[in-house]
């Protein structure tokens, strides 16, 4: 805007040295006798040229105006931006894509002092997803495997002696970490006759749950993309 209102200012400046030229040209031609023809035409270009000017200053004012109003609102389009980052941020650490941190709980899966059979814990990881979901419905907010993040594509499955999550393999013993409250958390895994409670009782597992103040779990470090699934648009009806 500031480029164009100077553009504006230069060329009315050479119009008016032009018209001063024009004038002493004729003044030197013609001995400072101005024939009534050529006064006519000077007057008709003089007229010419202010009106282009008032037009040209007309153009330079609404200009400013324009640039007035877009300072107007810079301060509300600088809230909205920051609200549209924070809301960003929010979604991205849903989905797994930031390091976080904070309280909740840490629940550790080995095989039973004096258990011989070392696959017992192995073939039994899907028992992992009974504990995740159990975590989701009380509230998790951030879930890691072994140091997977567990996010809403991520996968399990048997492959030989390991477990793979996110296309990597894991090792038992098995540690899942969990964001949330802590509190709610426990009372959820530890709920009489409860998913630990068969583990330990009925597959012989050891499980330990831990509350902690300050768990770390990494971010998600593969690119979530859909294949098939599109956005569908709402209908806004206009009343």
């Avoid at 597959?203 to 690119?223: A, P």
Wanted: net charge neutral; charged share 30%.
């Amino acid at each position: 805007m500031k480029k164009n209102s100077l553009s504006l200012l230069i060329l009315s400046f050479l119009l008016g040295m032009l018209i001063i030229i024009e004038f002493k040209t004729v003044d030197k031609t013609t001995g400072g006798v101005v024939s009534s023809q050529k006064a006519n035409q000077l007057s008709i270009e003089l007229k010419s040229l202010t009106d282009r000017k008032k037009a040209l200053e007309k153009e330079v004012q609404a200009f400013d105006e324009r640039i007035q109003e877009y300072k107007d609102s810079e301060a509300e389009k600088n809230v909205l931006v920051k609200n549209l980052k924070e809301d960003t941020k929010k979604y991205e650490t849903l989905a797994g894509y930031y390091d976080v941190k904070g309280p909740g709980v840490i629940i550790t899966m080995k095989k039973a002092q004096g258990e011989t059979d070392e696959t017992k814990l192995l073939y039994n990881y899907d028992q992992i997803l009974t504990i995740i979901n159990k975590l989701n419905a009380a509230g998790a907010e951030a879930i890691s495997i072994n140091g997977e993040r567990y996010v809403s594509s991520t996968e399990m499955h048997l492959s030989g002696d390991k477990v793979m999550v996110n296309g990597n393999p894991i090792m038992t013993p098995f540690e899942i970490k969990c964001i949330g409250n802590s509190d709610i958390l426990e009372s959820a895994l530890n709920m009489r006759f409860g998913t630990i409670y068969h583990l330990r009782k009925d597959w012989n597992l050891d499980v330990d749950v831990k509350k902690e103040d300050n768990i770390e779990i990494s971010r998600y470090n593969k690119t979530i993309e859909f294949k098939y699934a599109k956005p569908v648009e709402a209908n806004v009806k206009v009343k």
